[in-house]
Nanobody, 119 residues
Framework: QVQLVESGGGLVQPGGSLRLSCVAS????????MGWYRQAPGKQRDMVAG???????MYTDSVKGRFTISRENAKNTVNLQMNNVKPEDTAVYYC?????????????WGQGTQVTVSS
Protein backbone atom coordinates (compact mmCIF):
# COMPACT_ATOMS: atom_id res chain seq x y z
CA GLN A 1 0.00 0.00 0.00
CA VAL A 2 1.13 3.53 -0.76
CA GLN A 3 0.27 6.62 1.25
CA LEU A 4 0.48 10.20 -0.05
CA VAL A 5 0.68 13.18 2.27
CA GLU A 6 0.33 16.75 0.98
CA SER A 7 1.55 19.88 2.71
CA GLY A 8 1.94 23.58 2.04
CA GLY A 9 -1.63 24.75 1.60
CA GLY A 10 -3.05 27.81 3.29
CA LEU A 11 -4.29 31.35 2.83
CA VAL A 12 -2.46 33.58 0.36
CA GLN A 13 -3.19 36.98 -1.11
CA PRO A 14 -3.78 37.48 -4.83
CA GLY A 15 -0.45 37.81 -6.61
CA GLY A 16 1.33 35.86 -3.91
CA SER A 17 3.08 32.50 -3.98
CA LEU A 18 2.61 29.11 -2.39
CA ARG A 19 4.48 25.82 -2.65
CA LEU A 20 2.74 22.49 -2.28
CA SER A 21 4.55 19.22 -1.64
CA CYS A 22 3.41 15.61 -1.69
CA VAL A 23 5.45 12.72 -0.30
CA ALA A 24 4.77 9.06 -0.98
CA SER A 25 5.55 6.31 1.51
CA UNK A 26 4.88 2.60 1.84
CA UNK A 27 5.41 -0.21 -0.63
CA UNK A 28 6.46 1.94 -3.56
CA UNK A 29 7.30 0.34 -6.85
CA UNK A 30 8.08 2.57 -9.79
CA UNK A 31 6.28 5.91 -9.91
CA UNK A 32 5.54 6.61 -13.56
CA UNK A 33 3.35 9.66 -13.13
CA MET A 34 2.87 12.38 -10.55
CA GLY A 35 0.23 15.06 -10.73
CA TRP A 36 -1.72 17.78 -8.96
CA TYR A 37 -5.47 18.14 -9.22
CA ARG A 38 -7.90 20.58 -7.65
CA GLN A 39 -11.54 20.68 -6.75
CA ALA A 40 -13.48 23.84 -6.00
CA PRO A 41 -16.81 23.71 -4.15
CA GLY A 42 -19.55 22.40 -6.42
CA LYS A 43 -17.15 21.54 -9.21
CA GLN A 44 -15.44 18.40 -10.44
CA ARG A 45 -11.84 17.54 -9.74
CA ASP A 46 -9.61 18.68 -12.58
CA MET A 47 -5.96 18.24 -13.44
CA VAL A 48 -3.73 21.21 -12.73
CA ALA A 49 -0.31 19.84 -13.65
CA GLY A 50 1.36 16.52 -14.28
CA UNK A 51 4.85 15.16 -14.77
CA UNK A 52 5.95 11.85 -16.24
CA UNK A 53 8.87 9.64 -15.26
CA UNK A 54 10.83 11.20 -18.12
CA UNK A 55 10.10 14.69 -16.80
CA UNK A 56 7.58 15.61 -19.46
CA UNK A 57 5.27 18.19 -17.92
CA MET A 58 1.73 19.26 -18.73
CA TYR A 59 -0.43 22.06 -17.40
CA THR A 60 -3.99 23.17 -17.66
CA ASP A 61 -4.20 26.40 -19.65
CA SER A 62 -5.26 28.58 -16.73
CA VAL A 63 -2.03 27.98 -14.79
CA LYS A 64 0.53 27.98 -17.61
CA GLY A 65 3.30 30.46 -16.88
CA ARG A 66 2.30 30.71 -13.22
CA PHE A 67 2.61 27.19 -11.77
CA THR A 68 5.57 24.81 -12.00
CA ILE A 69 5.51 21.12 -11.20
CA SER A 70 8.68 19.26 -10.26
CA ARG A 71 9.59 15.87 -8.86
CA GLU A 72 12.31 14.61 -6.57
CA ASN A 73 12.62 10.93 -7.39
CA ALA A 74 14.97 10.05 -4.55
CA LYS A 75 12.45 11.44 -2.06
CA ASN A 76 9.30 10.17 -3.83
CA THR A 77 8.11 13.75 -3.80
CA VAL A 78 6.23 16.00 -6.19
CA ASN A 79 6.04 19.76 -5.73
CA LEU A 80 3.84 22.48 -7.15
CA GLN A 81 5.20 26.01 -7.10
CA MET A 82 2.30 28.42 -7.41
CA ASN A 83 3.15 32.03 -8.35
CA ASN A 84 0.92 34.99 -9.07
CA VAL A 85 -2.06 33.16 -7.63
CA LYS A 86 -5.57 34.31 -8.34
CA PRO A 87 -8.87 33.98 -6.44
CA GLU A 88 -10.00 31.38 -8.97
CA ASP A 89 -7.13 29.14 -7.86
CA THR A 90 -8.97 28.61 -4.58
CA ALA A 91 -9.68 24.89 -4.17
CA VAL A 92 -8.67 21.73 -2.40
CA TYR A 93 -5.51 20.46 -4.08
CA TYR A 94 -4.84 16.74 -4.34
CA CYS A 95 -1.74 14.92 -5.48
CA UNK A 96 -1.94 11.72 -7.47
CA UNK A 97 0.72 9.16 -8.26
CA UNK A 98 0.60 6.21 -10.64
CA UNK A 99 2.72 3.36 -9.32
CA UNK A 100 3.82 0.30 -11.26
CA UNK A 101 4.58 -2.84 -9.27
CA UNK A 102 5.42 -6.37 -10.35
CA UNK A 103 1.76 -7.30 -10.69
CA UNK A 104 -0.22 -4.18 -11.50
CA UNK A 105 -0.57 -0.44 -11.94
CA UNK A 106 -2.40 1.61 -9.32
CA UNK A 107 -3.37 5.23 -8.80
CA UNK A 108 -3.02 6.71 -5.35
CA TRP A 109 -4.41 9.98 -4.02
CA GLY A 110 -3.52 12.23 -1.15
CA GLN A 111 -6.06 13.53 1.34
CA GLY A 112 -6.02 17.05 -0.10
CA THR A 113 -4.79 20.42 1.11
CA GLN A 114 -6.84 23.62 1.05
CA VAL A 115 -5.56 26.62 -0.89
CA THR A 116 -7.46 29.87 -0.41
CA VAL A 117 -6.57 32.98 -2.39
CA SER A 118 -8.12 36.05 -0.84
CA SER A 119 -7.24 39.54 0.26
Amino acid sequence: QVQLVESGGGLVQPGGSLRLSCVASGSIGRIVYMGWYRQAPGKQRDMVAGISSSDITMYTDSVKGRFTISRENAKNTVNLQMNNVKPEDTAVYYCKMTVVSALNINDYWGQGTQVTVSS
